[in-house]
């Protein structure tokens, strides 16, 4: 059960019924994400892997952290390590993480908060579990986003959002059938918290079992939708196509999209979770290897010069003790 939830979605702000004429967004490929591990050794689902960039523009890479219930002394992070030409959102659905950086930014994200990093012209970060969730374990659920940035906010100066559950906007669809938490962007002209370089709309919807929700989409903006648990469809007529849990669905053009969840979940899900991403495509070229997104090869290798310079910052007194590297940085964290 994700940690922001309400009793009763019709309290909510409600998203309107739409125009029947509107364009619904077909499904334009379906993939599964292949499962793997991250930093210390926590689990993964890599949301993006095998779709081609141009269909993900403006976004890099994905993970779903878990879900995972820990045992005492399971619980695992990512040591420090550098970042520079885009911003890391991670979102925390269940469970505690830590962040700290060299920008001076940092604090605990937990049950539906997120951190919102922009590495811009470069930052040194590390997340971990609080020591006391090492020694007694529990659940961990979260997505780690990477956004591109233009290139004329390439190196533009690091910052840190600490965006706290209570400030995600809550919307029901019209019928009360589906919760949706905006953190960034616009929905039917309700805006979450997050503020962004690049435009983009993130969502989680939960959707009960047996509900249909149908949003308004930018038309300018791709459309990516992600299961996050739970069963159901995307898409509407003779272009619906399941979707399961671990599946990214890539939609087409249009000016809505439509996710349904099936009647009959599992019987610890309440419904359909889905992680509903889009943004303006930035169609500028990527040079991505490792923790650094930028525009050419020649910028790449400035970046790690940089980097092994010390010119992306140093890790703060409190920290000295923590271990940094590229070879930690994998493009994953």
């Not at 962004?196 to 903006?221: C, K, M, N, Q």
Request: proline residues 8%; glycine residues 12%; negative net charge.
């Amino acid at each position: 059960m994700p940690a922001i939830t309400v009793d009763n979605t019709l309290s909510l702000p409600r998203v309107p019924a739409l125009d029947p004429t509107l364009r619904d967004r077909p499904v334009v490929s379906l993939t599964t994400a292949p499962t793997g591990f991250e930093g210390e050794g926590f689990p993964v689902r890599r949301a993006f892997a095998g779709v081609d960039l141009r269909a993900l523009d403006p976004f890099i890479h994905m993970d779903q952290m878990g879900e995972v219930e820990y045992a005492p002394g399971e619980p695992k992070g990512t040591p420090w390590h550098p970042h520079r030409g885009f911003e890391t959102v991670t979102y925390i659905i269940d469970g505690i993480f830590e962040h700290a950086d060299s920008h001076g930014g940092g604090g605990e994200i937990t049950n539906g908060d997120t951190q919102w990093m922009t590495a811009g012209s470069g930052i040194l970060h590390i997340e971990k579990p609080p020591e006391h969730l090492v020694v007694s374990g529990g659940l961990f659920h979260g997505i780690q986003l990477w956004v591109n940035l233009p290139k004329a906010q390439k190196l533009a100066q690091p910052r840190y959002q600490d965006l706290r559950s209570g400030e995600v906007a809550l919307l029901s669809s019209d019928d009360g059938g589906a919760l949706l938490r905006v953190i960034a962007g616009d929905l039917a002209g309700h805006s979450g918290p997050g503020s962004t370089y690049t435009p983009i709309t993130l969502i989680h919807a939960t959707i009960s079992a047996g509900a249909e929700v149908t949003l308004p989409w930018r038309p300018d903006f791709n459309a990516l939708v992600y299961s996050l648990s739970g069963s159901g469809s995307v898409g509407s007529g003779q272009g619906r196509r399941p979707l399961k849990s671990g599946q990214l669905a890539v939609l087409g053009d249009g000016d809505c999209l439509t996710i349904a969840a099936d009647p009959v979940q599992e019987s610890r899900l309440n419904g359909l979770d889905v992680f509903i991403l889009g943004g303006q495509p930035i169609r500028e070229p990527v040079a991505a290897y490792g923790p650094f997104v930028m525009n050419t090869r020649a910028e790449l290798m400035q970046a790690f010069e940089d980097y092994q310079a010390g010119r992306l910052g140093s890790i703060p007194a409190e920290h000295t003790t923590a271990h940094a590297g590229v070879d930690d940085a994998t493009p994953d964290a």
